[in-house]
């Protein structure tokens, strides 16, 4: 067993492998699991500065299409959701999910309630390329905010722009 989990270890160090791990975490940290792929981010820009941006935009990107199968997944539940949800907060919730329609996505990047706020959009059919857009842009906008706060809190080697 623990031969096995130092493989696993191995295979995800981010050194040999930064940026498909930045996107399989981003992307699996997306969905309604808890995890979060801020430190991925951050651990491997810290080891390497000049993937700064890639590492950004592999984030953005695996984290954007764990929230368009968060989108997925809540367009399949609606009926199920249906049945179950009509408390008070629930109706107001939706009212406002509705009135904001795709914009409400730019949230998608919000902890504890982004991931299902992505389902929520797609549970209400809410448009799913609007909806995909403003999640990108949510999320491409935390991981250059946290990670250059990272970095600039943990400083060292700066990231380039360029």
């Given at each position: 067993?623990?031969?096995?989990?130092?493989?696993?270890?191995?295979?995800?160090?981010?050194?040999?492998?930064?940026?498909?791990?930045?996107?399989?975490?981003?992307?699996?940290?997306?969905?309604?699991?808890?995890?979060?792929?801020?430190?991925?981010?951050?651990?491997?820009?810290?080891?390497?500065?000049?993937?700064?941006?890639?590492?950004?935009?592999?984030?953005t990107?695996?984290?954007?299409?764990?929230?368009?199968?968060?989108?997925?997944?809540?367009?399949?539940?609606?009926?199920?959701?249906e049945?179950?949800?009509?408390?008070?907060?629930?109706?107001?919730?939706?009212?406002?999910?509705e009135?904001?329609?795709?914009?409400?996505?730019?949230?998608?990047?919000?902890?504890?309630?982004?991931?299902?706020?992505?389902?929520?959009?797609?549970w209400?059919?809410?448009?799913?390329?609007?909806?995909?857009?403003?999640?990108?842009?949510?999320?491409l906008?935390r991981?250059?905010?946290?990670?250059?706060?990272?970095?600039?809190?943990?400083?060292?080697?700066?990231?380039?722009?360029?």
């Amino acid at each position: 067993m623990e031969a096995w989990i130092q493989h696993l270890l191995t295979v995800l160090a981010l050194p040999e492998y930064g940026l498909s791990t930045v996107f399989v975490i981003s992307f699996i940290s997306a969905t309604l699991l808890p995890l979060g792929s801020e430190p991925a981010v951050f651990g491997l820009v810290k080891l390497n500065p000049e993937l700064f941006w890639p590492a950004v935009l592999v984030a953005t990107a695996g984290n954007t299409l764990g929230g368009a199968v968060s989108w997925w997944m809540g367009w399949g539940a609606h009926e199920a959701v249906e049945k179950y949800c009509h408390s008070v907060t629930h109706v107001k919730a939706l009212e406002w999910l509705e009135k904001l329609g795709p914009k409400a996505c730019l949230l998608a990047w919000l902890p504890a309630v982004g991931d299902p706020l992505c389902a929520v959009a797609g549970w209400l059919k809410l448009p799913f390329w609007p909806c995909l857009g403003y999640m990108a842009i949510g999320k491409l906008a935390r991981y250059v905010v946290m990670t250059s706060s990272l970095i600039w809190v943990f400083p060292g080697r700066l990231p380039t722009l360029g």
